[in-house]
């Protein structure tokens, strides 16, 4: 079955500066990579996705990057803000049709004022 | 925006009682999760539903768990007797035919004592 690695595990970082955090995944067949955040006692919210046909995808101040050779896919946010603060959840899904979302591990972001 | 609702938001039941954790997926949502997530942990798939029927299921998901979809409208997931390393957060989650989204609902504590 689907493996998915996340690293880092903690995350501090400056309010204004850049936060990435990546993924590893093993079954080649995954072709649908969303991410989720996750703020405490709060169900994962979808921050955003990218399938398998583009290499990267931007909403605002968040881009996701894919490598499908590679396997690994990253979240990029930029100008980080206090509530950027949160746990932060890949996953990846072989969509097709019905097919399980596979969670990392979680990275927890910690921006510093 | 339409939700997924579940109920009870917190349970506390003692080792060996049956709890039952319902979920009212979004109406024309055709594929139903569930998922758990131990404090600190990562979110961990349990089981799919799809036309009725179970699609997938986890090793989590041994003989103690059964799900249900009784009406039409609810969608429940029941452990038959509860044990210590069951507490955790589960959380609900439907899906629309052809989008890969999937949305959660925001969970049920389940504390066993």
């Known amino acids: 079955g689907e493996n998915v690695e996340q690293h880092p595990s903690t995350l501090s970082v400056q309010e204004g500066d850049s936060a990435v955090i990546k993924c590893t995944y093993s079954d080649s067949a995954s072709n649908y990579f969303p991410w989720y955040k996750q703020e405490l006692g709060k169900r994962p919210q979808l921050i955003i996705d990218?399938?398998?046909?583009?290499g990267e995808k931007k909403d605002q101040r968040i881009a996701v990057t894919l490598n499908k050779t590679a396997k690994h896919f990253s979240l990029h946010i930029t100008e980080t803000q206090p509530e950027d603060s949160a746990v932060y959840f890949c996953a990846a899904s072989t969509y097709f049709g019905n097919e399980k979302l596979t969670f990392g591990t979680g990275t927890r972001l910690t921006i510093i004022p | 925006e339409p939700e997924v609702t579940q109920t009870p938001s917190h349970q506390v039941t003692q080792m060996g009682q049956e709890v039952i954790l319902r979920c009212v997926p979004i109406?024309?949502?055709?594929?139903f999760y569930w998922y758990r997530q131990i404090l600190g942990q990562k979110v961990e798939f349990l089981v799919s539903?799809?036309?009725?029927?179970?699609?997938?299921k986890s090793e989590i998901f041994d003989d103690q768990f059964s799900v249900e979809r009784p009406d039409g409208s609810n969608f429940t997931l029941k452990i038959r007797s509860t044990k210590l390393e069951d507490s955790a957060m589960y959380f609900c989650?439907?899906?629309?035919?052809?989008?890969?989204?999937?949305?959660f609902g925001s969970g049920t504590r389940l504390t066993v004592v």
């Open positions: 539903f799809y036309n009725n029927e179970i699609s997938e």
């Open positions: 109406s024309n949502h055709l594929y």
């Open positions: 989650a439907s899906r629309q035919d052809g989008d890969y989204g999937y949305t």
């Open positions: 990218i399938r398998s046909n583009v």
